[in-house]
C-alpha cells in the first residue's frame, strides 16, 4: 500500500530510507524513545534482501570477519526477546527454531564452540542425513525471515510508525553541512536525522554515496520431503527447515548488478548438492526459487554510524548477516542517534572509513 504524507502537515523527528528488517527494526527501537519515525520504502515494504533470506542466526562462523563476531554473539543472545516482542505486538508467529545447526566440513573447519560429533550421534540427530565427511553440531537458532519482516511492518504500526511505500527517495535535503530531510520521486519529507538503511541501494542515494554493491543469492524452497529438525550446513550448500514442513536450500554469491532473476542449472545444482547430503530430497517437489541482493561492502564490515553530513545516518553493508544483525543494529543505531555512549566498540564500522570512495 502506497501512503504519501504532506510535510507540511505532518512532521517527523526521523526518516529512515528502507522498510528491510534493519530500517523497521530501528524504527520500532526509535518509536520507544518517543520520536516521530517515518519510513520511506521504494518498493513493497519487507521484500527485498530481507525476504530473500535463509534466516541462520550464526552467531559465529569461520567465514565471518573477526570484527563482526562479538556483534554477532550479542545480537544472537538478544533474538529471543526480540523475536518474542515482535510476535507480542503483531500477533504474528516468526517461526524461530531452537534445534540448533549440524556443520558438514570436508576439512573440519568448525569453530571453537562447535562440538564435534559421531556418526552414530549424527544418525541419531538426523538419520536422512548421509554424511562422508566430519560432522559437529552448534547451538544456534534460525527463524523465518518473511515472517519475521512480516511481524516488525505489523509492530511497527502498532507503535504508529508512519510508513510510505512505492516511494524512492533521490537525495538529501540538507542546509549547509546539515540534513533536513530527503526528496523522492514524487515529494519531499522534512526530518532533523534520517538514516540510509536501503540495504543494497544504499550507495544509490545522493548526496553520498557509499560502496555498496549487490551481491546476488540464488536459493529455492522444496516441500512434500523429509523431516528434518536441524539446520544442516556444509561447504557447498546448507538447508534451512522451516515449521511448516518446507526445507528451504542456498545459496550462490553472485556480483550480477540488480538483476534478481534464477538461472534453472543454478537451482538445479544447489538441489542436487542438497539430494547428495539427504537423499530423500528426491521425492520433494520445487515449492518455489527466488534471488536476493545482500548489500556488500569493500571490506565486508557493515556500515553504521553518522556520515559527514550532520544528522545523516547510514545503517547498511550487513552483507550475509543482515536478519541477525537486526537486534542489535537497532540498538547501536539508536544510541549513536541520541548521542549515548553505547558500549559495543563501533569504530570498525563508521562510515567515515569510506570518504576517500565516496563520489
Not at 523527528?13 to 518509536?31: F, Q, T
Not at 537525495?171 to 546539515?178: A, E, F, I, M, V
Not at 514524487?186 to 548526496?207: D, F, L, M, R
Not at 529455492?220 to 550446513?233: F, K, N
Request: glycine residues 10%; contains cysteine.
Amino acid at each position: 500500500m502506497t501512503r504519501t504524507y504532506n510535510a507540511g502537515v505532518k512532521s517527523w523527528d526521523v526518516v529512515i530510507i528502507g522498510a528491510g528488517i534493519i530500517g523497521l527494526s530501528l524504527a520500532i527501537s526509535l518509536r520507544k524513545q518517543r520520536l516521530r519515525v517515518l519510513v520511506v520504502e521504494r518498493g513493497e515494504p519487507g521484500r527485498e534482501a530481507s525476504y530473500a533470506a535463509a534466516g541462520m542466526l550464526v552467531g559465529s562462523g569461520t567465514e565471518m570477519p573477526p570484527a563482526v563476531k562479538p556483534l554477532a554473539a550479542e545480537s544472537a543472545r538478544m533474538y529471543p526477546e526480540f523475536a518474542h516482542e515482535l510476535e507480542d505486538e503483531s500477533g504474528l508467529k516468526v517461526d524461530l527454531r531452537e534445534q540448533g545447526t549440524i556443520l558438514i566440513s570436508c576439512d573440519s573447519a568448525f569453530p571453537d564452540s562447535a562440538e564435534p560429533i559421531s556418526r552414530e550421534r549424527l544418525r541419531s540427530l538426523e538419520p536422512e542425513l548421509i554424511v562422508a565427511s566430519s560432522a559437529a553440531y552448534i547451538s544456534e537458532r534460525s527463524v523465518d525471515p518473511r515472517a519475521l519482516t512480516a511481524a516488525a511492518f505489523k509492530a511497527a504500526r502498532h507503535r504508529e510508525v508512519d510508513i510510505s511505500s512505492g516511494s524512492e527517495v533521490k537525495g538529501l535535503l540538507t542546509s549547509g553541512d546539515r540534513v533536513n530531510g530527503v526528496q523522492t520521486d514524487k515529494t519531499s519529507y522534512s526530518a532533523g536525522i534520517v538514516v540510509n538503511c536501503a540495504g543494497a541501494w544504499a550507495g544509490c542515494i545522493a548526496a553520498q554515496k557509499f560502496p555498496v554493491r549487490p551481491v546476488k543469492g540464488q536459493m529455492l524452497a522444496v516441500v512434500g520431503g523429509p523431516h528434518l529438525e536441524h539446520v544442516v550446513r556444509a561447504d557447498n550448500v546448507y538447508l534451512v527447515p522451516r515449521s511448516d514442513g518446507r526445507i528451504v536450500i542456498g545459496s550462490t554469491l553472485e556480483d550480477a548488478g540488480y538483476n534478481k532473476q534464477t538461472d534453472v542449472s543454478t537451482i538445479q545444482r544447489l538441489l542436487q548438492a542438497a539430494r547428495e547430503l539427504v537423499p530423500e530430497l528426491a521425492k520433494t517437489k520445487v515449492h518455489d526459487d527466488w534471488a536476493g541482493l545482500r548489500p556488500g561492502t569493500p571490506d565486508e564490515l557493515p556500515i553504521l554510524g553518522e556520515t559527514r553530513t550532520t544528522g545523516y545516518f547510514i545503517a547498511s553493508g550487513h552483507y550475509r548477516d543482515g536478519i541477525l544483525l537486526a537486534p542489535i543494529t537497532a540498538e547501536i543505531m539508536t544510541g549513536l542517534i541520541l548521542g549515548k555512549s553505547g558500549t559495543h566498540d563501533v569504530g570498525a564500522f563508521t562510515p567515515r572509513r569510506f570518504l576517500g570512495l565516496e563520489q
